[in-house]
């Protein structure tokens, strides 16, 4: 395997602002003391959900900016991806900055894919300030991937529940905040997974795949991170990972988690746990980050998955692709 | 405007190679004898239309990859996109080659997009070598953005014809080939054009907002390109941008042509020409190139524009935003 996937930056870009926020069934969480905002009613004054994920999108972007002490037109790009459909949250968000934007499509790893490259950018000095964002709605998802939402469609038990949130940083070569001191590409893994209630299961042999040349390239081990946390494998794709690094190898201890896995309450019947682009990003943007401003954590391995599948994908028979994104956050 | 949106690399990054493929259709382009492979049948042996598009870009990849006398496993990265919803053609592409993968949405400005993000990270040196690629399919996104392809449906004149077609760049600080000088990202622009039937009039306010930053950041006018080619604007929307820079002061004359207004035959009645994000790179990837090896070209600027529409964003009655991306190549 090429070491070639792994980047040790530099010049160490800085989250120097981050911004987050959550849907309503989200403010159940444990960790909603650290959601920026958390939203009463997810349609939130629009006409449809996914223009309620688009203006979820465009707040966190320009609360996050607002936060560095920025007028969007100090920032020098906007590197954004989500779950829809050409990706329309990211480029109708994108209209209302007046910016340089660049499109990215890495299905739930995207909050780890708009890091990797926005501190790619930022570390080799190409743009000064960039903002990296993603946002999901479980609305606009559930209907455009699944099901209608009024059919009301029993779920499976090994079923997660994309989260209403999304979040966004900004980064900087300046000004204070945790680095990104490195950031490791995945490569697509498929260990032939066709169900699509099963998104664990499917993502978490790409979690392993990322995680394992990450060790290797850095020489580094699971013990060297405070903390390493996964996207949204949830309950069962933690655990699948858990078994799998362990096969290698690895063992993954009590600095393990998954923020799919953790971000529902057990008593709102979730499954399996959360899912979506906004799981991670909700959670990096809030709790994760500010234990990092705190000192909790000083060293973070921050692995996002995404499944690379379409409706159109799994209509035709195909597996289902998975890809994990990386990138260490120290202080 | 921000003169970030312009990169000028120090290491110029090298295209050391290049392959291009073509539908049916295509091959009665007079540009035919450039394309390195023209498909007798556009379903190529396979089951659907998207398999076909999927086996078209990996065709172009590996051959890419081939013609640089490399293996896969050579390549450090592979930044890719493409129309299909959730970009399933580049994933499972991606799939086939044990290699880092980048996913990028900019819609028909894919090849310039993925041509500018590699460009950056094979100029800072993180990767050495940087597959760049995309393709289309007419069937599989008609179907997907129109109308079911048996219903036959009408099309009006402002309607241009989807490219079955792809292309791939190999990037590389080291090697011989055209060089990537310059490039400009592009800001999301939207002048309220609601018809996704006129593409053309939707991409080419873009295409003049990216142009004329380009001219000011790096100093230049359009007198100081041996040609100035746009990707998929077509026969109208080439003549709005004509208008449009015209209007700006920047007069676009000999050296200006636009993919998707040439790359049909006025008998094959595609009304205002190509489009799809593999007209672009058909073209860049044989002619172009081609005709800059023979130094009949010695400077390049190279805009591909994308129309940043789903059919759910146009059934909520929205309007279609647009972007485009530019590079400069050069002997």
Redesign the interface.
């Known amino acids: 395997?090429?070491s070639?996937?792994t980047?040790i930056f530099k010049n160490q870009p800085k989250i120097i602002s981050s911004y987050s926020i959550a849907g309503p069934k989200e403010s159940y969480s444990v960790f909603a003391p650290y959601f920026d905002l958390v939203l009463k009613d997810d349609l939130w004054d629009c006409?449809?959900y996914?223009?309620a994920e688009r203006k979820m999108l465009e707040h966190v972007i320009f609360n996050a900016i607002e936060r560095a002490k920025m007028n969007p037109?100090d920032i020098?790009?906007l590197i954004c991806?989500d779950?829809?459909?050409?990706?329309?949250s990211?480029?109708?968000a994108?209209?209302k900055f007046?910016?340089?934007?660049?499109?990215?499509?890495?299905?739930c790893s995207t909050m780890a894919?708009s890091l990797a490259?926005g501190a790619?950018?930022v570390?080799?000095g190409?743009?000064?300030k960039v903002a990296c964002a993603t946002a999901s709605h479980f609305s606009s998802v559930e209907r455009?991937f699944r099901m209608p939402l009024e059919l009301g469609s029993q779920r499976p038990p090994t079923a997660q529940w994309t989260v209403t949130g999304g979040g966004c940083s900004i980064l900087s070569n300046v000004g204070k905040g945790p680095k990104i001191t490195t950031a490791t590409?995945?490569?697509?893994v498929?260990y032939n997974i066709t169900d699509a209630n099963n998104m664990g299961a499917a993502m978490a042999p790409s979690a392993m795949n990322t995680m394992i040349q990450h060790f290797i390239n850095t020489n580094t081990t699971p013990d060297d991170y405070d903390l390493i946390v996964t996207g949204d494998l949830g309950k069962l794709g933690a655990e699948i990972l858990i078994d799998l690094m362990e096969y290698n190898g690895y063992k993954l201890g009590q600095n393990y988690m998954d923020c799919g896995h953790c971000i529902y309450t057990n008593e709102q019947n979730t499954f399996m746990g959360g899912s979506g682009c906004g799981c991670s990003a909700l959670m990096l943007n809030s709790y994760i980050i500010q234990k990092i401003r705190e000192k909790q954590y000083n060293k973070v391995l921050f692995i996002a998955t995404g499944a690379?599948?379409?409706?159109?994908?799994s209509f035709?028979g195909?597996s289902i692709?998975g890809?994990a994104h990386a990138i260490v956050i120290e202080n």
Request: aromatic share 10%; proline share 2%.
């Open positions: 395997m090429s070639k996937q980047i006409d449809s996914e223009m037109k020098d790009a991806g779950l829809l459909n050409q990706i329309i990211s480029s109708f994108a209209r007046d910016v340089t934007y660049i499109g990215l499509f890495g299905a894919e490259v790619c950018l570390d080799a190409y743009f000064d455009q590409f995945g490569k697509v498929d690379l599948l379409s409706t159109t994908s035709q195909e692709p890809i």
